[in-house]
């Protein structure tokens, strides 16, 4: 293995949910357009770049947001909720949540790398944080990252399983036990 791609997949491997945050530790500015250069660095269908970004550090409005998600209210003090923007995409039904989702995974990846902790967050009250932080109706909160200085350090790992995997076709004769999830 080349030292680059030993690099990359220690990254990977090191990226973790964080769910606890050092208290009063900010995350600041140039952190955080660091963090917004590596999710606009992301792949998007046809290089439209459909998202947007609402950044949250003020400590009433990150509570407000933290009050619409349905579990992981955690205590983070920078709060990233990206947008998916149909206007700009040119066929229907599309939002742009697969482009949102690889510019949300750099950004996971840059604040392991910087040595920021962070939580990707899915279900959250979309409306409600549309009220709370003036978002246009015809764009779509699709994720809330929550940045800050992690408590706590989890050991790297892959969750590779070969139960996962199909080669050449889908074998239905090799199911796979749902895991168990945590989110603790």
């Known amino acids: 293995m080349s030292e680059k791609e030993k690099h990359v997949f220690d990254n990977i491997y090191a990226r973790r949910s964080v769910r606890s945050f050092i208290e009063g530790k900010q995350v600041g500015r140039d952190k955080t357009v660091r963090l917004l250069e590596a999710a606009m660095a992301a792949p998007s269908a046809c290089n439209i770049?459909?998202?947007?970004?609402?950044?949250?550090?003020?400590?009433?409005?990150v509570e407000g947001v933290k009050a619409t998600v349905m579990q992981g209210a955690y205590?983070?003090?920078?709060?990233?909720?990206?947008?998916?923007?149909?206007?700009?995409?040119?066929?229907?039904?599309?939002?742009?949540?697969?482009?949102?989702?690889?510019?949300?995974?750099?950004?996971?990846?840059?604040?392991e790398a910087m040595g920021l902790g962070s939580v990707w967050i899915g279900g959250f009250d979309r409306?409600?944080?549309?009220?709370?932080?003036?978002?246009?109706?015809?764009?779509?909160?699709?994720?809330?990252?929550?940045?800050?200085?992690?408590?706590?350090?989890?050991?790297?790992?892959?969750?590779?399983?070969?139960?996962?995997?199909?080669?050449?076709?889908?074998?239905?004769a090799r199911p796979r036990e749902k895991k168990a999830g945590s989110i603790v």
């Open 49 to 61: 770049q459909p998202w947007e970004f609402v950044v949250v550090s003020e400590p009433s409005a």
């Open 75 to 111: 205590n983070a003090p920078l709060l990233i909720v990206v947008c998916g923007s149909p206007q700009f995409i040119p066929w229907s039904d599309d939002f742009g949540a697969l482009d949102c989702a690889a510019a949300i995974e750099n950004m996971l990846l840059a604040a």
């Open 127 to 172: 409306d409600a944080v549309r009220r709370l932080l003036d978002i246009p109706g015809d764009i779509i909160p699709v994720g809330i990252v929550y940045f800050g200085y992690p408590a706590y350090s989890p050991e790297p790992r892959t969750q590779y399983t070969e139960k996962a995997v199909h080669w050449e076709k889908y074998d239905a």
